[in-house]
């Protein structure tokens, strides 16, 4: 996030410690304006991305384009993110919703 704010970027960040329950609090102090939101994690599946889907557009009632970043290995480097994040910019990755 630091990296990217140096860049020029305005993102921000949500870290859970648990998925169950999910963090609404959290969620709930997303700027309803924000272009996406995009969930890194450290599972070949991306569990978080439904839920994070399901909370913006269903509680929150807005239209957030919700990105996964599922890593089969733990926990990516930030190059690795910065690469993907670029490839959510230039449109190459589509949302999951």
């Known amino acids: 996030m630091r990296e990217l704010r140096a860049e020029g970027h305005k993102v ?4 859970p410690i648990t998925a169950w329950p999910f963090p609404e609090k959290a969620f709930e102090h997303i700027n309803k304006n924000v272009k996406g939101i ?11 991305v439904d ?9 929150l009632r807005a239209d957030i384009r919700v990105y996964a970043l599922p890593f089969v290995y733990g ?6 993110i910065k690469a993907k ?7 190459e990755i589509k949302e999951v919703y």
Do not use: H, M, W
């Not at 921000?12 to 870290?15: A, F, N, Q």
């Not at 926990?75 to 690795?80: C, D, G, K, S």
């Open 75 to 80: 926990v990516p480097p930030i190059r690795e």
């Open 85 to 91: 994040f670029a490839q959510i910019l230039a449109g």
């Open 38 to 48: 995009i969930t890194v994690e450290a599972n070949a599946t991306g569990q978080l």
């Open 51 to 59: 839920d994070a889907a399901l909370f913006t557009k269903k509680v």
């Open 12 to 15: 921000g960040l949500i870290r």
